[in-house]
C-alpha cells in the first residue's frame, strides 16, 4: 500500500525555470517529511525537511512547501540547472525521521 | 557532515552463499540505523530498523533469519544475506540518524548485489 505518491514519473524543465515536485499523502499520522535527490546506483542525497508544524521551508534554490489539509507537498527549484538533472523522491514519516516511506521518484530532466 | 559508506559497493555472489554488506556513519554517531532495499524502477523499501545494542525491528514480510542485522557500534551496522537466491538481487541501501540535521536519515551509497 503507497502511502507516499508521486504521480509524476518524469519532469522536463528549461534551465533558469522554475521545476515543481509534487507529493502526495494519505497516512494523516505523518509528521516530518522529506525530499531526496537520487542517482542511478548512488544512495540518496539529503535536499530539504519539513515538520508538519509548518507549512514552508527554504534552503536556497529549494523551497519546500506542506498543505497539510490536502496532504499534499511540493518542492520547488528555482532557477533550475542542468545539474539537478536526478530523481527525486518524496519521503515521509510518523514520528520525525524514524521508518521513512518512500514515492516512487520522479526523474527531473532540466535542459540547457 | 554527515557522510555515511557502504561496503562493498557491489557483490556478485553464487545462491547459497552468504553476503554481508557494512553500514558506517563516518563523522557521526548513528543512533539509529536503516537498511532499505530498491528493485529497478521502484521506490525504496524499508527493511529493518536497528539501535545499537539492540535487536533489529523488521518490516512485515522481511524475514529476519534471512536478512541478518548486527549494530555493534554507533558508527556501524552490518546487513547479512544468508543463503542468498537470485530473487534477492536488488539493490541495498543503509542509512543512519544522528547526523547535522535532527530527525534527518543520511544515506550510504547503496550496495549492488547480484546473486547468480
Known amino acids: 500500500d503507497q502511502q507516499v505518491k508521486q504521480n509524476s514519473p518524469s519532469l522536463s524543465v528549461q534551465e533558469g525555470r522554475i521545476s515543481i515536485l509534487n507529493c502526495d499523502y494519505t497516512?494523516?499520522?505523518?509528521?516530518?517529511f522529506l525530499w531526496y535527490k537520487k542517482y542511478p546506483a548512488e544512495g540518496p542525497t539529503f535536499l530539504i525537511s519539513?515538520?508538519?508544524?509548518?507549512d514552508k521551508n527554504e534552503d536556497g534554490r529549494f523551497t519546500v512547501f506542506l498543505n497539510k489539509s490536502a496532504k499534499h507537498l511540493s518542492l520547488h527549484i528555482v532557477p533550475s540547472q542542468p545539474g539537478d538533472s536526478a530523481v527525486y523522491f518524496c519521503?515521509?514519516?510518523?514520528?520525525?525521521?524514524?521508518?521513512?516511506?518512500f514515492g516512487k521518484g520522479t526523474s527531473l530532466l532540466v535542459t540547457p | 557532515g554527515a557522510v555515511v559508506s557502504q561496503h562493498p559497493s557491489w557483490v556478485i555472489c553464487k545462491s547459497g552463499t552468504s553476503v554481508k554488506i557494512e553500514c558506517r556513519s563516518l563523522?557521526?554517531?548513528?543512533?539509529?540505523m536503516f537498511w532499505y532495499r530498491q528493485f529497478p524502477k521502484q521506490s525504496l523499501m524499508l527493511m529493518a530498523t536497528?539501535?545499537?545494542?539492540?535487536?533489529?525491528?523488521?518490516e512485515q514480510g522481511v524475514e529476519k533469519d534471512k536478512f541478518l542485522i548486527n549494530h555493534a557500534s554507533l558508527t556501524l551496522s552490518t546487513l547479512t544475506v544468508t543463503s542468498a537466491h537470485p530473487e534477492d538481487s536488488s539493490f541495498y541501501i543503509c542509512?543512519?540518524?544522528?547526523?547535522?540535521?535532527?530527525?534527518?536519515?543520511?544515506f550510504g551509497p547503496g550496495t549492488r548485489l547480484t546473486v547468480l
Open positions: 542509512s543512519a540518524r544522528g547526523g547535522p540535521v535532527t530527525d534527518t536519515q543520511y
Open positions: 519539513i515538520s508538519s508544524i509548518k
Open positions: 536497528s539501535n545499537e545494542g539492540s535487536k533489529a525491528t523488521y
Open positions: 497516512n494523516s499520522m505523518f509528521d516530518y
Open positions: 519521503a515521509a514519516s510518523e514520528n520525525s525521521g524514524y521508518a521513512l516511506n
Open positions: 563523522d557521526f554517531q548513528a543512533t539509529t
